[in-house]
């Protein structure tokens, strides 16, 4: 590779006559708040160091580029393929630094009363506000007979008009996760501008501007500078650099390999589009695009893709393609609806993974069948389901519900309270969504039903079921949402249990939703019960199940630590039907918190079955 590494200052690398520009298979900016806290303590270190008489310089890492040509323009523009974080914090710092600036100049009149010092600081001020923007800011270009200023550094197509944005005072609403990182960092340097450099007042401000600008910037912070000869090797070099200890992700380096395939002039009109869709793909935060590219490509595949070869994985069997081989329009086009695909699969993940219902409104599908996603995924935080409810959205929005309603209720028995091996469930999971997929339309629920009560029998039958459950405590350490779960459905599918439990456990009253995040779990005997109102025989069972049940907020509120008595009356007159049924009881002993354990048990048994 023809690369030609060159050690400069940030100012030099800055001053010379090219811009920067970062291509559009790029990731967007990325250093978290961590990052950008350590680059400016870094410069920070210098400052003081400068301050104090001494020097200490921070070496700040490698940029690599690819040169190219700018038409009717004598300038040199540099594709940026690793070094993009290092360099927009730089510009940011420098925006930030003449924004400051600036509003010092503003705040100063001419009716102020200013020593010749201050005056002195003022006109300094005044030029190095101009020395910044021409610097690190904007380029004076000349094409033909006429004069343009262009950026001195343009992010991709997905970060761009954010980060310029910022750079002119006139900040966007966010509108991926790249344009937060970008925002926090300019609040961060902001901060550290007010805080350092202006610590103080305005004059002994001037006095750190002029170190930190001419000094710091031009000496003390470097870079190793590599320009490669071609976009071939940049792109090259892009899969195996990373950005000061930001791993490149998956979804990264297949943004990065597809791209390259693309980068002929056949294929260029393709390639926007793809470009499009990656950015609409990667717009997530890098560990959910992990978790999404995994599960699609199980949803898609039925299988596990490899867990250190995602990347080539995607390329051999959801691209069909080799790195060095030269792709047709056909291919290309495969690409492209490949990328569709992942772009609205990820969207629906990114739903569902928020318990959302990710489906059109069905007036079969009610609100207690859509909380069921919400029960699922958010307070059984049960997500090895996704690739399967991802195959699932291509059923009707009926075999939808139905099917997560089984997933929940097979879950919190295996997982939840079985704590059973999650491998041949997520074989089964796998399985089944291929399956979806290769016949949507005549798919069977019966196939996934039968296959996880075949599984349940073999690794939670009755008798273990039967055993954990009546292990299952209250604890004051937390952990209690499981138990409220349960209570919840068995009040949910109490009407089917009495009608004679028969068939697939059935919702019968689907009009009452209770909202799990407005319940909370109160004991019948008080936890904490009085002097001269503890139960001796009740005080070894006040955390079992039997003496457990669900109240809304301002009836935990009301029922404070009072005696089983003392609840009668909002035990009697609560809508939830279990309360009622304690209500009804003359008399709160052991063997009524017993025997109520061993009826929810067998509740229990009853309902979480698929």
């Keep these: 590779m ?33 990052a950008v806290i350590d680059f400016l303590s870094d410069i920070a270190r210098c400052l003081k160091a400068r301050e104090t008489g001494g020097r200490s310089s921070h070496f700040f890492g490698g940029i690599v580029a690819v040169k190219t040509d700018v038409p009717d323009s004598n300038r040199t523009q540099y594709e940026v393929i690793d070094g993009q974080q290092r360099l927009a914090s730089f510009v940011l710092l420098a925006a930030r630094l003449s924004q400051k600036i600036a509003q010092v100049i503003a705040g100063t009149t001419a009716d102020d009363e200013q020593t010749d010092e201050d005056l002195l600081a003022s006109k300094f001020l ?188 995607y390329m051999r069997v959801r691209f069909k393609l080799q790195d060095d081989e030269a792709l047709t329009v056909a291919q290309g086009n495969a690409i492209l609806r490949e990328m569709k695909g992942m772009s609205e699969a990820f969207a629906s993940l990114e739903t569902m993974g928020e318990g959302e219902w990710p489906m059109k409104s069905d007036p079969k599908v009610t609100q207690w069948d859509r909380d069921r996603l919400g029960m699922l995924v958010t307070h059984l935080r049960h997500t090895n389901a996704m690739p399967l409810l991802l195959a699932l959205t291509k059923l009707t929005p009926p075999r939808f519900a139905e099917a997560v309603s089984m997933i929940e209720r097979f879950v919190f028995r295996y997982k939840t309270i079985g704590n059973a091996h999650i491998s041949p469930m997520t074989e089964i999971y796998h399985r089944n969504a291929k399956a979806i997929r290769d016949a949507p339309t005549t798919y069977k629920l019966k196939t996934l039903r039968d296959q996880l009560t075949e599984l349940l029998a073999k690794n939670v039958p009755e008798s273990l079921f039967r055993a954990k459950l009546k ?70 069972l006040k955390d079992t199940l039997g003496n457990l049940t669900i109240f809304g907020p301002l009836e935990n509120s009301k029922a404070g630590n009072k005696t089983f008595t003392g609840k009668l009356a909002m035990l009697k007159k609560s809508k939830i039907r279990m309360n009622r049924d304690i209500g009804d009881m003359t008399v709160w002993d052991a063997a009524a918190a017993k025997a109520r354990t061993a009826t929810m048990i067998d509740l229990a048994v009853k309902v979480f079955v698929p």
């Design 126 to 313: 005044s030029e190095t506000l101009k020395h910044l923007q021409r610097l690190y800011l904007s380029y004076r270009d000349n094409f033909g007979m006429s004069y343009k200023d262009v950026p001195k550094l343009i992010l991709s197509e997905a970060d761009g008009s954010f980060f310029q944005a910022l750079l002119d005072g006139e900040p966007l609403d966010s509108e991926r996760a790249s344009h937060e990182r970008l925002e926090t960092a300019w609040t961060l340097m902001g901060a550290f501008i007010d805080d350092t450099i202006f610590e103080g007042g305005d004059t002994a401000g001037a006095e750190r501007v002029r170190i930190l600008v001419n000094e710091v910037l031009e000496f003390d912070c470097s870079v190793i500078f590599m320009a490669a000869d071609s976009k071939r090797e940049a792109y090259q070099i892009f899969q195996v650099l990373n950005d000061r200890g930001v791993q490149l992700t998956d979804g990264d380096l297949l943004r990065a390999r597809t791209m390259e395939l693309l980068d002929t002039p056949s294929l260029l009109a393709t390639q926007d589009k793809v470009a499009k869709r990656w950015d609409e793909v990667l717009r997530f935060e890098p560990g959910d695009v992990d978790d999404y590219l995994r599960w699609y490509f199980s949803s898609n595949e039925g299988k596990r893709p490899s867990s250190s070869a995602l990347a080539d994985d």
């Design 471 to 540: 292990e299952t405590q209250y604890t004051t350490r937390g952990g209690n949402s499981s138990i409220r779960y349960m209570l919840l459905a068995l009040e949910d599918y109490r009407d089917w249990v009495d009608d004679g439990a028969a068939g697939v456990p059935k919702c019968k009253d689907k009009t009452t939703v209770i909202d799990f995040g407005n319940t909370t779990i109160e004991h019948i005997y008080p936890r904490s019960a009085k002097a001269g109102e503890k139960i001796a025989a009740l005080e070894p």
């Design 2 to 34: 023809g690369i030609k590494p060159t050690q400069h200052g940030i100012k030099v690398l800055f001053e010379q006559n090219h811009s920067f520009r970062v291509p559009k298979y790029q990731r967007g900016y990325a250093w978290e708040d961590p």
